[in-house]
C-alpha cells in the first residue's frame, strides 16, 4: 500500500506543480480554481485534525458539529469538482467524496442517539443515553476513522493544494452533484472570476428551489416517501443557498445577507430542519420497536402514534406559515438582488 501511493504521489506532483500566486485584496475576484486552493485544503485540515482527536469514550451530542463539519466539506468539494483533476484509472475527489459521505452517516446515526432524547446539549448526562445503542453506534464512526491512514492522509492533502487553476476537468453530468452543477452549465474559468460564477450558481439553485416548492406546498401526506424526498431536497437547495455566507465569508454584501428575503429564508430552513428532525426521530423509532419485546414494543408504537400526530399538525402549520409569509416570493426577490450583484 505504501509503495502504491507513493507512486501516486509522484506521478500526480508530475503532472500538476503547485501554482504560486499572492493573493488579492478579494480573493473571490480570483479564478474558480485558485479559490479552490484556499478553501478546500485549509477545511479538510481542519476536519481531519479534529477526527483523529475523536476520545475513545465520545458520546452523541459530543460530534453534533463535527458531523455539520463534514457536511460542509462535502459542500466545498461539490463546489470545486471541476476544479481537480481525475486518471483513468481512480478519481481522487470523488473516492474522497465518498469517504466522507460514509463518515458522515456513521456521525448521523451516532449524533441521532443524542437528538432522539430532547434535552439541551449543556444539560445531557451519560446517564440519559441507553449506553448499549451508545456503543454499537460509536464502532462505527471508529471504523470509519481508521481509514484515515497517514500515507492516504499525504496524498489527499498534496492531492487538494494543487487544483487545475487554469483550466477545467471534464465531468460526466450523472457524476456532478445534485444540487451544485447537475442543472447547470460548467463554469468558464478563462472569462469568469469566482464571484461571477457563484452568482450563476445561486441563482440556478433559487429556481430550482422555486420548482420543488410547487411541489412542497402540494404535499398532503408528509408520510409518504416521495413525499418526504420533495421535502428533504428543497430544505436542502435553500440551506445551501443561506449558508453562503458561512461558506464564503463577505461573498455577498450585507444587503442582501442582512435583508428581509435571506433573513426570511433562513427561518425557513430552520423551520423545515425542526420538522425534518421530528420526521427522523419517528423513522428510528419504527426501526427500534421492530427489535423490542411485545410490552416495550407497545409502548413505542404509542409514542409513535403521537409522534406523528405532532408531525401532522406541525406540517399544517409550516404550510399555513409559509403561505401567510409568501415564502416564494421572498425566492423571487432574493433571485432578483443576486441577480442585480455588480
Known amino acids: 500500500m505504501r509503495n502504491y501511493l507513493h507512486f501516486i504521489l509522484i506521478y500526480f506532483l508530475s503532472s500538476h506543480p503547485a501554482f504560486s500566486k499572492e493573493k ?14 484556499s478553501f478546500v485544503s485549509s477545511n479538510l485540515s481542519d476536519i481531519e485534525e479534529k477526527i483523529l482527536n475523536i476520545p475513545n469514550n465520545v458520546f452523541p451530542h459530543e460530534v453534533k458539529t463535527l458531523r455539520k ?3 460542509d466539506a462535502r459542500y466545498y468539494l461539490d463546489l470545486f469538482i471541476y476544479a481537480y483533476p481525475k486518471y483513468k484509472l481512480f478519481d481522487p475527489l470523488l473516492d474522497f467524496r465518498d469517504l466522507l459521505d460514509e463518515g458522515y452517516d456513521a456521525f448521523g446515526n451516532f449524533k441521532d442517539l443524542f437528538d432522539m432524547i430532547g434535552i439541551p446539549k449543556d ?21 470509519w476513522i481508521e481509514k484515515f491512514t497517514p500515507e492516504m492522509n499525504e496524498f489527499f492533502s498534496l492531492y487538494f493544494k494543487n487544483p487545475l487553476e487554469t483550466d477545467l476537468q471534464e465531468r460526466k453530468k450523472k457524476k456532478l452533484p445534485k444540487f451544485i452543477w447537475r442543472y447547470q452549465k460548467k463554469p468558464t474559468v478563462k472569462i469568469s472570476n469566482f464571484i461571477s460564477i457563484m452568482k450563476k450558481n445561486l441563482i440556478c439553485l433559487l429556481k430550482k428551489s422555486e420548482e420543488r416548492y410547487e411541489k412542497v406546498v402540494t404535499i398532503k401526506d408528509i408520510f409518504i416517501h416521495e413525499s418526504q424526498e420533495d421535502f428533504h431536497d428543497f430544505r436542502k437547495q ?10 464564503f465569508k463577505n461573498l455577498l454584501p450585507e444587503l442582501i445577507t442582512e435583508g ?11 423551520k423545515c430542519g425542526d420538522l425534518n428532525d421530528l420526521i427522523t426521530k ?13 410490552l416495550e414494543a407497545i409502548a413505542t408504537l404509542a409514542e409513535i402514534i403521537k409522534l406523528k400526530n405532532s408531525i401532522k399538525e406541525d406540517w399544517r402549520k409550516f404550510l399555513a406559515w409559509q403561505k401567510e409569509n409568501k415564502l416564494k416570493l421572498h425566492l423571487e426577490i432574493l433571485k432578483k438582488e443576486i441577480r442585480e450583484l455588480k
Open 123 to 143: 444539560e445531557i448526562t451519560e446517564g440519559d443515553y441507553d449506553l448499549n445503542e451508545v456503543r454499537y453506534y460509536r464502532q462505527f464512526v471508529f471504523q
Open 238 to 247: 435553500v440551506r445551501y443557498i443561506v449558508k453562503t455566507e458561512k461558506y
Open 282 to 294: 419517528q423513522v428510528y423509532l419504527n426501526h427500534k420497536a421492530l427489535s423490542l419485546g411485545p
Open 69 to 71: 463539519d463534514i457536511g
Open 24 to 37: 488579492s485584496k478579494n480573493i473571490y475576484d480570483e479564478s474558480y480554481g485558485f479559490v479552490a486552493k
Open 260 to 270: 428581509i428575503s435571506f433573513k426570511f429564508l433562513k427561518k425557513a430552513v430552520d
